[in-house]
């Protein structure tokens, strides 16, 4: 079975930061992501791969992600902010970017394989698509869809998949991870106007047992069971 790999680096950096500052209290700012540990997670058990795809927008001074990403054999879309009606920077078009490949897949293959989407965005984007649609289409054309998010970001649409198409959807829940592929940069960082020294914390060694598997699965379908209740 051939896995196909889709990695919304928005949300699961995003998803990052939140988690760090719940269990760590750590700035925003000395949040980063070990980037090839969490590749290895996503590509676990999955020798036949096909596509592996990273999107999100352009970030300052992050060239690093981009190196190990090209270097993992993952594509890479970047596409840089833009100002909205309030002279806020915002994303454009990454979403649908992973989208359309997704459909493109969907569309092309031969026979049914394996989606693997990290992301908890459940959303439909202003081009009335989303990640959540995707899956759907997957599921009902018989693929195997894994999907990986934080717990907090984690959306009701996309928990619902997995209890729609329970032979065909599994959410599995990086915090049983957590520790092994996000770091803090040690600094001085300024939050809501005070300076706050922050210790470098390194990660942890990655665990990759089937316990582990089977327990970020676990955890995910039972956030789906909460949500059909």
Not at 54 to 75: I, K, M, R, T
Not at 83 to 106: K, M, S, T
Not at 196 to 209: H, K, M, S
Request: with cysteine; hydrophobic share 40%; charged share 20%.
């Amino acid at each position: 079975m051939k896995t196909h790999i889709f990695l919304d680096n928005s949300n699961i950096f995003g998803g990052a930061q939140r988690v760090a500052s719940e269990k760590e209290n750590a700035p925003w700012a000395c949040v980063r992501v070990e980037y090839r540990s969490l590749f290895r997670v996503l590509r676990h058990g999955k020798p036949n791969t096909g596509v592996s795809m990273l999107a999100g927008s352009v970030p300052s001074g992050n060239d690093a992600l981009w190196a190990a990403a090209n270097e993992a054999g993952f594509d890479t879309t970047l596409l840089r902010r833009v100002a909205d009606d309030n002279g806020r920077l915002v994303e454009q078009g990454v979403d649908e970017a992973i989208h359309l490949r997704i459909g493109n897949i969907l569309l092309d293959a031969d026979e049914p394989g394996r989606i693997v989407i990290a992301t908890g965005d459940g959303s439909q984007t202003s081009q009335e698509c989303s990640f959540t649609d995707q899956v759907i289409r997957a599921a009902k054309r018989h693929w195997q869809v894994e999907i990986w998010s934080w717990r907090v970001q984690l959306s009701k649409q996309l928990r619902d998949t997995r209890v729609r198409f329970p032979n065909h959807v599994t959410v599995f829940i990086l915090d049983e991870w957590y520790r092994s592929i996000v770091f803090l940069k040690g600094g001085v960082y300024h939050l809501n106007g005070s300076s706050v020294t922050i210790q470098a914390r390194p990660c942890t060694g990655l665990n990759l047992t089937e316990t582990t598997f089977r327990d970020a699965s676990a955890m995910g379908t039972e956030m789906a069971q909460q949500t059909k209740a």
